[in-house]
């Protein structure tokens, strides 16, 4: 069964940057796209960034245009999400996942968190002013 363990995260300044790493039990993130979710407390999760199976391909959130940068290392199993430039606002739990049911080409990313059916545990990303 595919399994999604994360790492990284934590509490950083305002302008500062964080690492999330999302390892793969098998070679999950070498077949699925992938993505990164957030939620944050008394919100709905949202869609952070996306990565489709060949990698291609990504999808990002508005909010997070030009700050954040998702990557997979097929050789490692594993996908990050590079965050700069943090901001108070971006404080939540994060959450990888990984599409494993969504058929389409090399380059599909969705981007709804009903086309991910494999998800990570979850990490705190704290943000202070």
């Known amino acids: 069964q595919d399994k999604l363990v994360q790492s990284g995260g934590g509490l950083v300044q305002a302008g500062g940057s964080l690492r999330l790493s999302c390892a793969a039990s098998?070679?999950?993130?070498?077949?699925?796209?992938m993505a990164w979710f957030r939620q944050a407390p008394g919100k709905e999760r949202e869609f952070v960034q996306g990565i489709s199976r060949s990698g291609g391909n990504t999808r990002y959130a508005n909010s997070v245009k030009g700050r954040f940068t998702i990557s997979r290392d097929g050789a490692k199993n594993t996908v990050y999400l590079q965050m700069n430039s943090l901001k108070p606002e971006d404080t939540a739990v994060y959450y990888c996942a990984a599409a494993t049911r969504v058929a389409g080409s090399d380059w599909t990313t969705p981007y709804t968190e009903y086309d991910y059916d494999v998800w990570g545990q979850g990490t705190q990303v704290t943000v202070s002013s």
């Open positions: 098998r070679r999950t993130d070498s077949t699925y796209a």
